[in-house]
Structure formats: C-alpha cells, structure tokens
C-alpha cells in the first residue's frame, strides 16, 4: 500500500546544501517515474527560484488559512516546475508565520495537519527545504515527516553540529514524533578539502557509519549553476557529470525508506 513519504532536508548551518539537494534529488526521483512535490519553508525563497518562481499563494497561504482554522485547496498553491516537478513557494512573510503558529492550540503540528490533507496523498515523496535554523517552523517540518537528510558540506567543519541535530531526532522522537528517522548524512562537495581536512573527515565520518550515504555529491561548481541559471536539476540536462551522481542518491534513498519499485 503507497504511503506518501516526508522527508525534511536540515542543517543549521548555511550553505551546506539542503536547497539544491532538495531540487536534485527531487528532480532525479520524477525522472523515475515518483510523483514527487517540493516544498520551500525558508524565506530566502531560493527553492522556490530554482523551481521557477513564486506564485500568487505560497506556503504562507496554507500556514495561515490552517490557523484561522480554514483550509485553502492545495491546487490554488502547488506549482509545477518546467521539468515536471511540484513545488510549493515560499515568500518574504514567512517568518512573520512563527507566531501564527506559535499561538495556534496545535502549535507542534500545523504543519502535519495541512500535509494530512488528501490532496498530498497522489505524492510519492513530498521534501521540506528548511531554513538553516531550528526554530518553531523547522519543528514542524521535522514533526510532519518521517526522515531527515542532513547534508554537510565537506571540509574542517563538516560534522559540527551534527550532534545537536541527531539529538534533537531523538528529542523529537521522545515527544512530538516517533516516527522520525535518520534518512541519512549526505557529504556535499566532496573532493573540495585539503589533505589535513580529508583526515579529519575520514575519521569523523567512521564515528556516523550507516548514518552517512554512500553516495558521496562531488564539489562541481560550474556545474552546479547550470543548472541553476537554467532553473533545471542537474538530472535533466545533457552532460551534467552530476546527473549520475543524483540519480545513484535516488536509488540509494529509495533503498533507505524501503521502497521498492
Ligand atoms: N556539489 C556542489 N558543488 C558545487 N557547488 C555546490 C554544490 N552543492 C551546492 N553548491 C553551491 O553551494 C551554495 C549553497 O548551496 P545551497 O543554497 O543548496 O545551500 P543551503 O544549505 O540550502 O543554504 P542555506 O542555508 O542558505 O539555505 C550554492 O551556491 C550552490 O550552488
Ligand atoms: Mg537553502
């Protein structure tokens, strides 16, 4: 029996990844075949640009309409991207949500409550783009779904605070959500450390075993804004070297949650 699977993309550090993971590899799992939407839950609205842009209604829309204890069609919010994602934009105001949220009775699950929806049902995989912080938004990101994937960018720092979020899965798991699982550790421009830093990961990456992917995202800047200036996934475009890569995280996921097409 299908059940759509929801899956938060998290780190609280910046720049690590998430968004165009996110795009990737929800790009490669509808070049399978998987009825997949995207959603961006950070105000930079870097996914929703990516995707093609905003629309009239963002997720705004939904958070606050789930406030007011009404329900807006998710039709009137999702978009479709030129290479057949879905998407649902983000918008300046979001932050200005928290306290929406924040003062809604069912404040730890606002966001599980629009996603229940029947609407979201025909997705296979539904992603959260998340801020880089962990406040009362990310929460309810991590409270609707069932994985998390923390990507790290690869170098000296890569694994710090790492443990902050695993032990914040565990906290989430205790109370809000036990459903919540490590999907997996991605490693993130791989390649694109000094030997010294190479050690260092080596050995902090032991210390994460089966946490971590074994698909590996090469650092391919070049290659990666391609695709961005083209507002494409690297999956979709003609000798983008990265298109392999994503398309081995897709399976590599798809093996992790269980599924099996
Ligand atoms: N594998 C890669 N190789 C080269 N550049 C990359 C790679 N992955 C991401 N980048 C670049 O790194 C920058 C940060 O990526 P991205 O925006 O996905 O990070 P983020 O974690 O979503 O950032 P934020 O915390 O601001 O939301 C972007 O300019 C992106 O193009
Ligand atoms: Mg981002």
């Known amino acids: 029996m299908k059940r759509t699977k929801i899956i938060s993309i998290a780190n609280e550090k910046g720049g690590v990844g998430k968004t165009t993971t996110t795009h990737n590899l929800g790009s490669a799992l509808a070049q399978l075949g998987r009825k997949v939407l995207v959603v961006d839950l950070d105000k930079q609205c870097n996914l929703t ?35 057949g994602l879905d998407y649902i934009g983000s918008s300046k105001m979001l932050d200005s949500m928290n ?42 990101a991590l409270n609707t779904s069932d994985g998390i994937i923390i990507p790290i960018e690869a170098g000296l720092f890569a694994f710090d605070g790492i443990d902050s979020i695993l032990s914040k899965v565990r906290s989430i798991n205790a109370t809000t959500n036990p459903r919540l699982k490590v999907t997996g550790i991605l490693y993130n421009k791989s390649e694109h450390v ?47 070297t990265l298109a392999q890569v994503y398309m081995q995280l897709a399976n590599e996921f798809e093996a992790r949650v269980g599924r099996n097409y």
Do not use: H, W
Request: net charge negative; glycine share 6%.
């Open 49 to 83: 640009s990516l995707c093609g842009g905003a629309g009239e209604k963002s997720i705004c829309d939904l958070i606050y309409e789930e406030c007011m204890g009404r329900s807006t069609p998710a039709a009137d919010v999702i978009r479709t991207s030129e290479n």
């Open 99 to 140: 306290s929406q949220i924040a003062s809604n009775p069912d404040c730890a699950y606002v966001l599980k409550n629009i996603f229940s929806s029947a609407e979201f049902e025909k997705y296979d995989y539904i992603f959260f783009d998340n801020k880089p912080a962990i406040d009362i938004l990310t929460q309810n």
């Open 194 to 240: 000094t030997e010294f830093g190479k050690a260092i990961d080596a050995a902090t990456q032991e210390n994460f075993g089966k946490l971590m992917f074994s698909t590996q995202i090469p650092y391919r800047k070049a290659q990666t804004e391609r695709a961005i200036s083209m507002n494409t996934g690297c999956v979709n475009m003609k000798n983008n």
